[in-house]
């Protein structure tokens, strides 16, 4: 598997440039997570097709709903992803016809059809969570277990902040 990784000399320029004070210091927190953030979701796209034939969007879904009792609305789906109606279509078609996912009636709402976790979904997310896990420990290995924490206790800070905002 091809990996992606962030150019050394792009790292090195962006520093000097906020020590240099022509970049706000601020950017030495929000340009790494960018740059991770993408790191970690073009080697997940890589892994997660190669070894079990699913986009990350896919992923997305079957995730939302595993750990949502396993039957969700299109809306809440949506709520709990980043996809556009459209999107999200193309996404439970795929899913649907693989036998991941199913459709059912709402026995509150008739007109609505909820999306539900199929066992051979869960049995599959379950495993492509798992295998993933292990991929994006290997990230984190540089950190000992209190530099772990802290950096969770970290982020959990600012995602609760940013709903503040």
Do not use: W
């Not at 340009?31 to 034939?53: C, G, M, N, R, Y």
């Not at 396993?70 to 809306?75: D, E, G, N, Q, Y």
């Amino acid at each position: 598997m091809k990996k992606n990784r962030v150019n050394a000399n792009l790292i090195t320029n962006f520093y000097e440039k906020v020590d240099s004070k022509e970049l706000s210091e601020v950017f030495t927190m929000t340009f790494p997570i960018a740059l991770i953030q993408k790191t970690i979701v073009s080697h997940a796209e890589v892994f997660l097709k190669e070894k079990f034939d699913l986009l990350n969007s896919e992923v997305d879904v079957l995730a939302s709903l595993y750990t949502h009792n396993k039957v969700l609305s299109p809306t809440q789906l949506y709520d709990l992803t980043i996809f556009s109606s459209g999107g999200m279509t193309k996404v439970l078609k795929r899913l649907q016809e693989r036998g991941l996912v199913y459709r059912e009636e709402d026995k509150k709402d008739k007109r609505c059809m909820l999306v539900c976790l199929s066992e051979s979904g869960e049995e599959l997310v379950k495993k492509a969570l798992s295998e993933i896990s292990k991929e994006c420990n290997k990230y984190f290995e540089i950190f000992d277990p209190k530099e772990r924490e802290l950096f969770g206790t970290l982020l959990k800070k600012i995602l609760v902040n940013i709903n503040k905002i």
